[in-house]
């Protein structure tokens, strides 16, 4: 889910649900959401969650409903990446055996 950013370390990911932002660091293993500027950041915009080591917070509001929305399918989508992953991987082992 989200657009794949272009970052020299990555996986980065963000996604924009109206003006609420979600930036996923899988290099970092952080995540950071953000309500209104340009993309959540820059001028206007307003940190609700970060799951960074040096900023851990969390604002609750409305935006909590609309990402909750969202997490059956990002999950959906991550558990299915990893079911591949390991049929991947058990299917090369099998076939470096026979």
Not at 2 to 30: A, C, E, F, M, S
Not at 74 to 81: G, I, L
Request: without cysteine.
């Amino acid at each position: 889910m989200g657009k794949n950013l272009n970052q020299h370390y990555g996986p980065k990911y963000l996604l924009g649900v109206d003006d609420v932002w979600i930036y996923v660091d899988t290099y970092g293993r952080y995540m950071t959401v953000r309500r209104g500027g340009k993309e959540g950041w820059g001028e206007g915009s307003k940190g609700l969650v970060s799951t960074h080591g040096t900023s851990e917070y969390i604002i609750p509001g409305e935006w909590l409903d609309r990402f909750m929305k969202l997490l059956p399918k990002a999950e959906a989508k991550r558990d299915a990446r990893s079911f591949r992953y390991a049929q991947d991987r058990h299917k090369k082992l099998h076939d470096e055996l026979i």
